[in-house]
T-cell receptor, first 118, second 111 residues
């Protein structure tokens, strides 16, 4: 158990719909990351938040948005869903990657939310 | 953006055999990490490397940070069935704080 909690574990929805994925980071971790994993693309970084503020952005579509709340949990909102959005969405947390060189620098991943768009 | 080339894509081996996989990049990384993902689970960190040339072991696993800082390898000795899974390398560059992941190596171990 990594200490990172993601809900829901599975979600089936239709094209055009909107879903929200939720993540609770490990206790004490300030950074939250969202990754998308599909069969052909591997793990793709979407976005990072640190202590409530957006820190870094990756290959995140404009139809997707995220936020980190004062209690440090995060939500990833996926809208106008398309078939190609079907994937595993992982949340990960760390204390702060800025300390990567002097600290552990590792990410702790949740078990993922499997989204199926029909 | 930064990209990691991980190879091989997949491996089928017999229990007891040794395994080697690697990642290369055209960019320099300051940190190399190796993760393993079991089916239905999120990736779990196996080994973290922070210095060029560093060789680190974790049980039957050994990983090295290439001296050029553009590559890393992971070795698994005396493989067992529970080694089955997808192994990912990940690199952290100096100019940002985003981990870049390789596409993974799918390992199958035949008992």
């Amino acid at each position: 158990d990594s200490g990172v909690t993601q809900t829901p574990k599975h979600l089936i929805t239709a094209t055009g719909q909107r879903v929200t994925l939720r993540c609770s980071p490990r206790s004490g971790d300030l950074s939250v990351y969202w990754y998308q994993q599909s069969l052909d693309q591997g793990l793709q970084f979407l976005i990072q938040y640190y202590n409530g503020e957006e820190r870094a952005k990756g290959n995140i579509l404009e139809r997707f948005s995220a936020q980190q709340f004062p209690d440090l949990h995060s939500e990833l909102n996926l809208s106008s869903l398309e078939l190609g959005d079907s994937a595993l969405y992982f949340c990960a947390s760390s204390a702060d990657l800025r300390t990567a060189l002097s600290g552990t620098g590792e990410l702790f991943f949740g078990e993922g939310s499997r989204l199926t768009v029909l | 953006g930064q990209q990691l080339n991980q190879s091989p894509q997949s491996m089928f081996i017999q229990e007891g055999e040794d395994v080697s996989m690697n990642c290369t990049s055209s960019s320099i990384f300051n940190t190399w990490l190796w993760y393993k993902q079991d089916p239905g689970e999120g990736p779990v960190l196996l080994i973290a490397l922070y210095k060029a040339g560093e060789l680190t072991s974790n049980g039957r696993l050994t990983a090295q940070f290439g001296i050029t800082r553009k590559d890393s390898f992971l070795n698994i000795s005396a493989s067992i069935p529970s080694d089955v899974g997808i192994y990912f390398c990940a690199g952290l560059g100096s100019s940002n704080y985003k981990l870049t992941f390789g596409k993974g190596t799918l390992l199958t171990v035949n008992p």
